[in-house]
């Protein structure tokens, strides 16, 4: 017997025949986003003859997508590549928190305050962010899009708050 613990060899949960996990997971994925894409789509019109339908895009888009990802899992299965790495959620999380909030608190703030936050809450995605420098970029970008939103593309868009223009 001896005093330091053993640690047991960690087991494996995939297949033997799997012998490059990291593309073989991607591919699994975006198979799977192809086929709810082609889910989501189900009830738009499609093509009739020569005419487009608001279905057909996103169904092309969703089948090349699924034809890629069944072509990145092969990829997998037939030749050697990378083991799973470590991902870290932080990054797509803040992005998905930010595509949120601008989605929630463009109508009632406007343009102006709730670009200029969902660009900032995205910044926090890393902790490499230099906060000066992203505050000029959010700035740049947000009477960017003031100016082209409202003006030059002619959309109804609210620049600032309710409470203050009335």
Same mark, same amino acid.
């Given at each position: ?9 960690? #087991? ?8 490059? %996990? #990291?593309?073989?997971?991607? +591919?699994?994925? !975006?198979?799977?986003?192809? !086929?709810?894409?082609?889910?989501? /789509?189900?009830? !738009? #019109? +499609? ?7 608001? +279905? ?8 090349? $997508? ?9 990829? +997998?299965?037939? /030749?050697?590549?990378?083991k799973l790495a470590r991902y870290s959620w932080r990054g797509p999380l803040f992005v998905m928190l930010a595509i949120v909030f601008f989605a929630v608190a463009i109508r009632p703030l406007g343009l102006v305050v709730s670009g200029l936050a969902s660009f900032l809450i995205s910044a926090l995605g890393t902790p490499e962010t230099r906060w000066?420098?992203? $505050? ?10 003031? !100016? ?9 868009? %609210? ?6 223009? #009335?």
């Amino acid at each position: 017997m001896t005093d330091t613990p053993s640690e047991r060899p960690r #087991q494996s949960i995939k297949p033997k025949w799997v012998r490059g %996990p #990291q593309d073989f997971i991607g +591919g699994i994925v !975006l198979v799977a986003v192809a !086929l709810f894409a082609l889910w989501a /789509s189900d009830d !738009l #019109q +499609g093509m009739h003859g020569f005419t487009f339908g608001p +279905g057909t895009a996103p169904r092309m888009f969703a089948v090349l $997508l699924l034809i890629l990802g069944a072509g990145v899992a092969i990829t +997998g299965v037939v /030749s050697e590549g990378p083991k799973l790495a470590r991902y870290s959620w932080r990054g797509p999380l803040f992005v998905m928190l930010a595509i949120v909030f601008f989605a929630v608190a463009i109508r009632p703030l406007g343009l102006v305050v709730s670009g200029l936050a969902s660009f900032l809450i995205s910044a926090l995605g890393t902790p490499e962010t230099r906060w000066v420098e992203t $505050l000029i970029v959010g700035i740049c970008l947000t009477i960017g899009c003031a !100016l082209l939103f409202p003006y030059v593309l002619g959309l109804p868009m %609210p620049l600032f708050p309710r409470f203050l223009v #009335q």
